[in-house]
């Protein structure tokens, strides 16, 4: 009986949610022949009970939320309100805890540490995503073709090869796109800004990669090898096409003329062929291009650039064939005789 009157003092206003309380209460209290029930259980059930109730409705998506802290951080959604700005980059956030994490970028805090290869994580999920390295999981699985990702992004963008969906188009050229990135990057052939130069020579490149690529004709760095004749080459994607040539594998086929090719990127090249499709505009005038390395063999017509010099005599010319050509005034080896 000591044990009820305690348990009752502790809920004394007169509230429809202690009122409430004191029923569960006395639900929970000693039955013949049952063991008492803790006030904590009476709790939890009341606490369920205001669980269920969503009393704040949004009149924008009629979303129901279980209290007004929650509301009004939702209500952030449609009034496009954020409150917690970053004082080093000025971006803000609906959320404090949103702007706690972002501050990681600045501070330079990465908590999560992968116990496979020591690499740290600002965010959980991201280690939790880089775990599936290591372990080869790729539970997202394409049911077109069977291949599998590691990211459900990565399979969504892989589907729109399938249903040939094209969401990123360019205003200059009409040309469309899988992704943002691949929008991106060809915007720049329009624009004509490469923004990666080599601190070797003075090519310049649209994306970092390319320059990377690039730098192994300064250090001849050749790391990949053919198991068949041994011919090594700078990047493994010249060493697949090569292999292919010991193989006689030529399955990208063109389904407007049957002609095959090894790589895709000869069928795209080929095919704009039948196309007529023209996406290299040169910049001093409005000629146009189906590849980009004639658009700037041609833009060198307006320049005075000639990086073909000769050795012997330091001619110098725009086109490596016309460098070829005239290397046959230096030798006496005559190609074409009269019959």
């Known amino acids: 009986m000591r044990e009820r009157e305690t348990c009752r003092m502790k809920h004394t206003e007169d509230t429809e949610e202690q009122t409430e309380l004191m029923e569960e209460n006395e639900k929970n209290h000693d039955q013949p022949g049952e063991k008492h029930r803790s006030c904590s259980k009476a709790e939890k059930t009341l606490l369920k009970k205001k669980s269920a109730k969503k009393s704040y409705t949004c009149t924008q998506c009629r979303k129901s939320l279980i209290n007004k802290q929650h509301f009004e951080l939702h209500m952030r959604i449609h009034t496009g309100e954020k409150p917690f700005t970053c004082d080093q980059c000025g971006k803000s956030f609906p959320r404090k805890q949103n702007l706690e994490l972002h501050m990681r970028i600045h501070t330079g805090e990465k908590p999560f540490k992968c116990d496979q290869c020591g690499t740290g994580f600002a965010l959980k999920h991201c280690l939790k995503r880089h775990l599936t390295i290591h372990t080869g999981e790729k539970p997202f699985t394409c049911n077109q073709c069977g291949i599998g990702f ?6 969504q963008v892989h589907m729109r090869l399938h249903t040939g969906e094209k969401p990123y188009w360019c205003d200059q050229c009409g040309r469309s796109f899988t ?16 923004p990666y ?3 070797q020579c003075d090519k310049t490149f649209f994306e970092a990669a390319n320059l990377k690529n690039h730098l192994t004709i300064h250090t001849k760095e050749k790391p990949h090898s053919c198991s068949v004749c041994g011919k090594s080459f700078s990047r493994p994607q010249y060493l697949q096409k090569h292999e292919k040539t010991h193989t006689s594998v030529r399955d990208h086929m063109c389904f407007e003329c049957g002609k095959t090719f090894t790589a895709a990127n000869f069928l795209k090249l080929h095919q704009r062929i039948h196309t007529g499709e023209k996406p290299y505009k040169c910049s001093h005038c409005d000629k146009r291009f189906n590849q980009s390395s004639s658009r700037k ?11 073909y010099t000769c050795e012997q005599c330091g001619a110098s010319f725009r086109h490596k064939s016309s460098l070829k050509g005239h290397m046959r005034v230096h030798v006496e080896k005559k190609p074409h005789t009269c019959d």
């Open 297 to 307: 063999m041609h833009e060198r017509i307006h320049s005075s650039v000639m990086p």
């Open 179 to 194: 992704q943002s990135a691949h929008l991106k990057r060809h915007m720049l052939s329009h624009t004509g800004k490469k």
């Open 197 to 199: 130069a080599c601190d």
């Open 150 to 155: 590691t990211r459900k992004a990565y399979l």
